[in-house]
């Protein structure tokens, strides 16, 4: 069957080999714009532009420690992008006052927000880095293991799913199943087990939203779990909620738990 436009008529290679051009090279343009948003929040551009308001590229380098011809290069890529707002585009460039304006300080910084998109660049970012591996792996058929997709992929994946869990693990997901609902809230204390719980934050919501569930969190990798201690340290939750380097497939855990989770992780 062949392909029709809107209008009814054949897409012809000509078309078809336009529109493919197109789309990647908006993907192109898009992959350098989650760049510069990893750039911006890692070394706390947005964050001193929320804090301090507008700023001329030398103030934003000042209070960043960052160079200042290199600020002013991504304040203005990050103007051109509509990221950011000039307030008076014809001021001299290192004269020239930028903004982030109300709402995009939401979706780049509010880590509790379901807006917050910054760990998506984080991701990206990481998952570009064992390539190599990845390629590798295509051929042999092998896998690529977790821990070397590293730090920005592990940070990435827990702050992009950690909105989710903070706003609706307690007050949406788990109440739409009644039984679990209930048996989260009864005595004894119900035994849960989140599988693949990465550094901890669908453990730490279900011990926030019953305060009488007893949570242990496995994950294979043990970065994770380390995050996850730490995580579960400043939130308080320790007496009620544990982290364990340990294989999902551990035998062992089978009949242990009235309620097993697996958030974010069962993904073929
Ligand atoms: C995409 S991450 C999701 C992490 C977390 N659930 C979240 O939503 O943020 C998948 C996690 O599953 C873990 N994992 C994969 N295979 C596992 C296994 N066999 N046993 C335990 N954990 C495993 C990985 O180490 C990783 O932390």
Redesign the pocket.
Known sequence: MSEEMAGGSAVTPEQRKEALVERVFGSAIGFMELLSIYVGERLGLYRALADGGAATAPELAATTGTDERYAREWLEQQAVASILEVEDQRAKPEARRYRLPEGHDEALLERDSLYYVAPFAQMMVGITRPLPAVLEAYRTGRGVP?PEYGEDM?HG??Y???PM?VNLMGSEWLPSVPDVHERLQADPPARVA??????G??SIAIARAYPKARVNG????EE?VAGARSNAEAEGVTDRVTFQV????DPELSDRYDLAI????V?D
């Open positions: 977790y592990r994946i827990a992009g799913n950690r869990f989140d599988i693949g719980c990465g550094t934050w669908s496995f994950d294979a990798d994770s340990r294989d999902a497939a697996a958030v974010e992780c993904h």
